[in-house]
């Protein structure tokens, strides 16, 4: 589980930095999918994490502004400040909290309830998804998006071939 929370990280990592090439004016341009405009995406990625692995502990959550953090600059404020509280969380991560559950009622009244082990897959599938947006309105701009390989990132141990 690990592995995959430090690739998004780094993959993230990657599109905040492809960012940097890109006028401020095309990263909030209105976008078709994903949530409005590639800063709103990386914004939605950030604050989706941070708020699940805080609500599966009981945690207290809120909704960040997204026009308080409007610029590559408070993207990457705002990731800083929201990672040592996730990383810490993910990093201590054990199969012991696997089947931990989490329940939350509905607007419309319904209680769903589901595994610790379920919201962290979410969690990195969710981002993992706005990732592929990403790379597609980049090759929109006409520029080549962040590598989306696991493979060759160093994240697991290494193996050596049986002889």
């Known amino acids: 589980m690990e592995a995959l929370f430090r690739y998004n990280w780094m993959v ?53 502004d997204f026009e308080k953090h409007s610029t590559l600059e408070k993207i990457r404020e705002l990731d800083a400040r929201f990672h040592e509280e996730v990383e810490a969380f993910v990093r201590n991560w054990d199969s012991s909290k696997e089947n931990n559950l989490y329940q939350e009622t509905t607007p419309d009244g319904r209680i769903l309830t589901d595994t610790w082990g379920e919201v962290m897959r979410h969690v990195i599938a969710h981002e993992i998804h706005h990732i592929g947006q990403l790379s597609v309105w980049a090759r929109e701009l006409g520029r080549k998006p962040v590598s989306a390989n696991f493979i060759g990132r160093g994240l697991l141990p290494e193996k050596k071939l049986s002889e």
């Open 12 to 64: 993230r990592k990657e599109w905040v930095q492809w960012c940097e090439e890109v006028s401020q004016e095309e990263l909030l341009a209105k976008r078709t999918g994903g949530v409005g405009s590639i800063l709103q995406t990386l914004f939605h990625i950030i604050d989706v994490e941070w708020s699940w692995i805080r609500l599966i502990q009981g945690k207290p959550d809120f909704q960040e």
